[in-house]
């Protein structure tokens, strides 16, 4: 299946803030303090979010804010399943350490004895551990979309090409750190080649079912219905305009999940 992969500036997230501090006392006041910080997206004419605070375990604040859909004036609750980005990130090294602990492979190989399709990673030796980390130095494979396409809507097949085709890196391979969504492009294909499965299943399987994370996944599919989903939309002078969560590359992005 071809999928498009698409840029847009979206509003509709899930936030969670969690208290760790030692010793740390829920103020009275908490609930009325958070209610004045997310009112302004508290709107029945604009896309919201969710919140919840967790102080030792214990859910001291849980509430939603403005819409999921703007179009048939559903409100966000706080079961709301929502697109959260590059927070997929955690899930895939998740993946990958769960395979590296049944022994698959180790996170200092070199990534090129699993994927030898992508020469950036045999030419410079890069280990699994340095794109885990983001010390790599490859490039961006979504910016080198943008600036090789002029555009905001690309193939996963045309970016995969793109990221096979790279040669040049940022930096030496352990020398500098750089963000990029390529790493965990090809930590995504790590995960399907050495467990047989898709990101997607494999993550299914080891990590949401065993944990009752029943309104989690990684979105492989497009055309997939979701329950209770959450719109994103694009603000612009003459009010908001229905825009595309990005449907990110499963592995950088594409985990869709609730607060609880």
């Not at 097949?157 to 030496?172: G, H, I, Y």
């Amino acid at each position: 299946m071809r999928r498009l992969v698409r840029f847009a500036s979206w509003l509709g997230l899930t936030l969670a803030a969690v208290a760790v501090q030692a010793g740390y006392r829920v103020p009275q006041d908490l609930g009325p303090k958070l209610d004045e910080v997310f009112k302004p997206w508290d709107k029945k004419d604009a896309p919201g979010g969710a919140v919840f605070v967790s102080v030792h375990g214990k859910i001291v604040y849980e509430k939603a804010f403005g819409m999921a859909n703007l179009e048939l004036d559903v409100p966000n609750t706080t079961s709301t399943v929502f697109d959260v980005g590059s927070v997929s990130k955690q899930f895939t090294a998740t993946c990958v350490m769960l395979l590296a602990e049944q022994g698959k492979f180790s996170i200092d190989d070199e990534a090129s004895k699993y994927l030898p399709e992508y020469p950036v990673l045999s030419d410079n030796k890069i280990t699994i551990r340095q794109l885990l980390d983001h010390t790599s130095g490859v490039r961006d494979i979504l910016s080198l979309m943008v600036f090789k396409t002029k555009g905001i809507a690309f193939s996963n097949e045309d970016a995969d090409k793109t990221l096979r085709a790279q040669r040049s890196l940022n930096f030496k391979p352990g020398t500098n750190w750089s963000y990029s969504n390529s790493n965990y492009y090809l930590l995504m294909k790590l995960v399907e080649k050495e467990s047989g499965k898709s990101l997607a299943e494999f993550a299914k399987e080891a990590i949401f079912d065993p944990l009752g994370m029943n309104h989690t996944l990684f979105l492989d599919d497009p055309a997939k219905l979701i329950h209770d989903r959450a719109f994103g939309y694009v603000p612009t002078p003459k009010g908001y305009r229905a825009g595309l969560s990005m449907i990110a590359i499963d592995g950088p992005g594409g985990l869709w999940t609730t607060l609880d």
